[in-house]
């Protein structure tokens, strides 16, 4: 059998059973491609693209095509952005016309002559500002320690040409909507210097206040800036340094403070040790917050003195006495101070010499307790004031000379003694927290509670429930306090003797504490950069103040002549 088909047969299945076309039609139709990015840097982009053409079409254009919206809606993007190809491939810079921090979608085009039309490469995305600017902080009492970085750098040689960090300080908690953090002022910018592709920012230390700081880093790439995460910076700490200022206190130690009216007092005490043996003083320095200015007062009846106390009654006369003279005797004599007039007057001896006690007023009568009695023994005492009993004589200005009555012994919690503690009155009580009990470094965390009007003299003094207000910091001697408002403030001190050039810890941190519910300790922050012990405190308004004492630790230390100012920020 003849198998052949016949010839008439293939061009009828050709050009009969088949539809005609054009011949070019059967050639393969161009392709285009990406080649990736030439290079990124912030908003300036390369693009590259090849042609895959092996039949030869006629292009008659080039270019990309840049876009915000994934489906290349009209006007959601800049561009297009022709090119000329160069054989089979074609390039472009994109320069300044992307936002920064943005996502981007590119696709390539050639527009094919012939009838073909416009042929797009797969779609390809890309990110501006591809790297991280960041900053972190460490705050460390009124100080702040910011760090910034730039991460995700696209290539090792890529370099800041400026850098640092813009901040704005608010009372506000919160950042006002109508307020631009870009804006760039002489006052709002913190320049630094740079470091070349190595991508760290130096670190900055910001004085913080009692508000909220708000801060960002920027870096500038050639004439494009951007900014990154923003800080939220605070602190209830703010200082003030007296070294150089001549109409202030000497720098101080185991001096007492007290408030009266709208100013603060420092008195007595040592002088810095900088300038050989330490010096007592018989000063008295008014601190006017207004003016953040010292004034030198009459000068203390008394004489030169260190570790004395002092109680103010009803904010209308201070009562300073006891201490240590320069023979390292104790003492046991009690001065007034009137600041209408700026004189001092006698008052009333104490009942035994001592040094180291604490003092605070209650309800117009005044209170001492503890301390070093007779310089010999530490002091379990607790003693009342009566400025209007004038049973024992008058002073020399015709007014009573007043009375002193033991009323309580500090109960077995402390069976020394204890000495160089801190006492100050809180709502309906009076309370002695830390302090030494013995031995070289027997130091307390406890704290007792004493009740002046309790009948049963047995029931004055109370060891309050150690589980719940027991100072949560270290034991300590040496500590400073403050109230303000419904909340006392205690912190600082040390384990050592008498410095820290024994090697004993010293501490910054500060405590306030609370005596609803039975009273309750909660930290606050630290004082900074350094710890600090035997340093005056005084409280007015809304404010606690410190000054002077013994900075520093481990071997090193060093008279203070900063003072301290904390606002609580609830």
């Known amino acids: 059998m003849n198998t052949k088909t016949p010839l008439f047969f293939i061009i009828l299945a050709i050009f009969g059973l088949f539809p005609s076309c054009e011949v070019d039609d059967l050639r393969r139709l161009p392709d285009v491609r990406i080649t990736l990015p030439i290079s990124i840097e912030l908003n300036n982009v390369s693009l590259g693209a090849e042609i895959i053409n092996p039949s030869g079409y006629p292009i008659d254009g080039a270019g990309f095509e840049v876009s915000l919206d994934e489906q290349f809606s009209p006007g959601q993007g800049p561009g297009p952005f022709p090119a000329v190809p160069n054989g089979n491939t074609f390039n472009v810079s994109i320069s300044n016309s992307l936002d920064l921090s943005k996502k981007y979608f590119i696709r390539a085009y050639i527009e094919v002559d012939g009838g073909v039309g416009i042929i797009y490469s797969p779609t390809i ?20 320690a910011v760090f910034g ?3 995700d750098l696209p290539n090792t040689s890529f370099t800041l040409s400026d850098h640092g960090y813009i901040w704005r300080v608010f009372a506000d908690q919160q950042i ?65 340094n007296f070294d150089t200022v001549r109409q202030s206190p000497a720098r101080l130690i185991k ?50 003195r260190r570790n004395a106390v002092a109680f103010t009654i009803n904010d209308d006369k201070a009562y300073v006495g006891l201490g240590f003279d320069e023979n390292n ?23 035994a010499t001592s040094a180291g006690a604490v003092a605070f007023e209650f309800d117009g009568f005044g209170y001492v307790a503890t301390g070093i009695e007779n310089c010999n023994s530490l002091g379990i005492t607790i003693y009342k004031f009566d400025p209007n009993d004038d049973s024992d004589g008058l002073d020399l200005k015709m007014g009573p000379i007043g009375k002193w009555t033991s009323i309580a012994t500090v109960p077995g919690g402390a069976p020394s003694g204890i000495a160089y503690a801190t006492g100050f009155a809180l709502g309906d009580y009076g309370y002695i927290s830390t302090g030494w009990t013995g031995g070289g470094g027997m130091v307390s965390r406890a704290t007792y509670q004493i009740d002046p009007t309790n009948e049963d003299s047995m029931q004055r003094v109370i060891l309050l429930d150690a589980d719940k207000t027991t100072l949560p910091g270290n034991g300590r ?16 001190g040390t384990t050592s ?43 007015i308004g809304g404010n606690g103040y410190i000054y002077g004492g013994v900075s520093g630790s481990s071997g090193f230390f060093e008279e203070s002549a900063i003072l301290y100012i904390y606002t609580p920020i609830e």
């Open 477 to 492: 001697r040496f500590a400073s306090s403050f109230v303000i408002l419904n909340k006392a403030y205690v912190g600082l």
């Open 255 to 304: 001096s007492v403070g007290f408030a009266l009216g709208d100013y603060g007092y420092v008195c007595t005490g040592e002088q810095s040790f900088r300038l050989g043996m330490p010096q007592l003083i018989d000063s008295l320095w008014r601190y006017d917050p207004s003016t953040k200015s010292w004034m030198t007062m009459e000068n203390f009846l008394g004489g030169k």
């Open 125 to 144: 995305q890309l990110s501006t500002t591809s790297f991280f600017l960041s900053a972190s902080a460490t705050i460390r009492g009124s100080e702040a």
């Open 176 to 240: 006002p909507e109508d307020v631009d953090l870009s804006l760039q002022t002489k006052d709002d910018i913190q320049g630094l210097g740079t470091k070349a592709g190595s991508g760290q920012m130096e670190r900055i230390n910001v004085a913080l206040q009692p508000v909220y700081t708000y801060l960002r880093p920027y870096a500038i790439f050639q004439e494009d800036t951007i900014y990154g995460n923003i800080l939220e910076l605070t602190s209830e700490w703010t200082q003030i």
């Open 497 to 539: 003797a008498q410095f820290s050039s024994d090697g004993q810890p010293t501490f910054k941190d500060f405590y306030a504490f609370d005596n609803s519910a039975g009273g309750e300790w909660k930290q606050v922050a630290d004082i900074s950069p350094n710890s600090l012990h035997q340093a005056a405190s005084f409280s």
């Open 149 to 151: 970085s730039v991460s």
């Open 329 to 351: 005797n104790c003492l046991k004599d009690f001065y007034a101070y009137d600041p209408d007039d700026n004189s001092w007057v006698k008052k009333a001896d104490f009942p």
